[in-house]
């Protein structure tokens, strides 16, 4: 949406909040590319009417080792924690060991403590979903959940941004570009494997291999791509994790980077992107902005309807802002 | 106390708590032990005497973003996790940008939401001490914390700690024996200082240098003690991190480590000891175990007076465990 209104993310999230301090003509410029784009701000709706408790919920479907492990969640975890702080709302963290967990993870919710909940990094077959629609406090979702009800999310446009990926690879001149997957139970890996598809609908089956988002399961995937297919000379890794551990395993077997084997990950995930040998060529989504942007939806009703015109939007419907990726340029593709 | 009774830091912790599965002749070891050392197992008091929301509140006293960076504080709070999710309790991490935030998680813990609070990473005059108290929930800190008044906490060694560290660079024929501290405004940092001045109470001050337990104040303590003192030959740095940090600038300066300037950490943290050029010697602490006694001791109220003898302890008074550390040996010294 940035790059519709021709201006900065900062503003369009000013805007769309609206907070003051953006010239008139740029706020007119990012209304009319929410327009275009198909997003009516809708202010009014779902706000949290009772705001008792000054407290919000953040559930990350994972256990806590993953939590702490992957600085996706910790990149995620610093916009809510500001926008919250900002409002002077404490997050309270609920960590878990795994999915075992979940039911008491319900019971806390619905015990009365907290105003609402943000939750990410679901899995399909999670009950945690349900679960929390049962204790009956407002939620947002990080990442569209997989199921085909209303509800309210912040996302980015993985699809859009695998797309981006896969024709630059293209560009390059590539003509056997792989793709090493996310997790298939998460929507947005399976929306990055839909924006490869899109690009290259007639790829070998023996170029697409599941990955996990972690370096190891990176390497793992790498070796199998190389056994499968040695003439390989292009890869998009679905995250920068990934991708990480896909250049270890092409450096060991002795292949170089770009020249041999091009690679793109997906996040640009500081420092991973920056420090990766070479430094990763990757798609950029606001990871510190979704979070941001789902503490302020919960907070406050600032709510953005796909495809609406304007009309209020059913209490109990959904909602969801889809931000932009860019591709960012480095030297390994 | 493993030490002392011979025996697994795991059997301790089992017979201290209670617990199933040691053999009688192993547990006498362990209680024998126990009452050396001053230690007097008091299982009746100050248990949680109404669980009523299975939920315990875990404050750390750093801003977000550096509880994500510090694999400490994942550590212990993987600990405490496994310990709460052992007894079907949610852990609800309160995150804060900062000490201007505290006053809120005095709000919210005097609330009602929670059966007690875990407390870490104290600063002598943060005010959170007394906010906490004032909330009037069942609290264990993890650390010492700095006040003359009771509390219950668990603690390592810190000054005996230091003293084996200081101790085994004298014992390399060091005679230039450098220390990079702590913040000094945590108890761990002025423990781990007293022990190395209990060692060598004659040292030259501008030896001694202050670090904030990063990897960028080792860096910054490095570069300082090698102006004032080119002729260093030893650094016991008061965590691994900070000792990370001064192995950097000893090879940036040309200098070769062990043979020209020995250094030892403390933590024995995974992976940075380890993976650090050449792999740490350092001084290990349980860190992880720490978490699990924390959250055991507040939840079963397994406390163990120090220097009690058998009476039952007063409902509003102190108590601790002092966990052993031991030299862990690898090439840096």
Redesign the interface.
Known sequence: MAARAGVSRATVSRVVNGEAGVREVLAVKVRRAVKELGYVPNRAARSLVTRR???V?VVIAEP??RV?AD?FF?LQ??GI??EL?AR?V????????GRD?HE??G??LA?G?VDGALVFSLHLDDPLPGIIHGAGVPTVFGGRPGWAGSARYVDCDNRGGARQAVRHLVGLGRTRVAHITGPLDQTSAVDRLDGYRDVLPAADPDLVVEGDFTPAGGERAMRLLLDRRPDVDAVFAANDLTASGALRVLRESGRRVPRDVAVVGFDDMLPVAEQADPPLTTVRQDIEGMGRLMAAMLLRGDVHEEGADGADADAEGGACVVLPTELVRRESA
Chains 1, 2 share one sequence.
């Open positions: 408790h000054d407290a919920a806590e080792t702490f600085p910790a975890l610093r924690s500001k702080t002077d404490q997050l309270l963290l609920l960590l878990t060991e967990d008491r993870v019971r806390y015990g403590h």
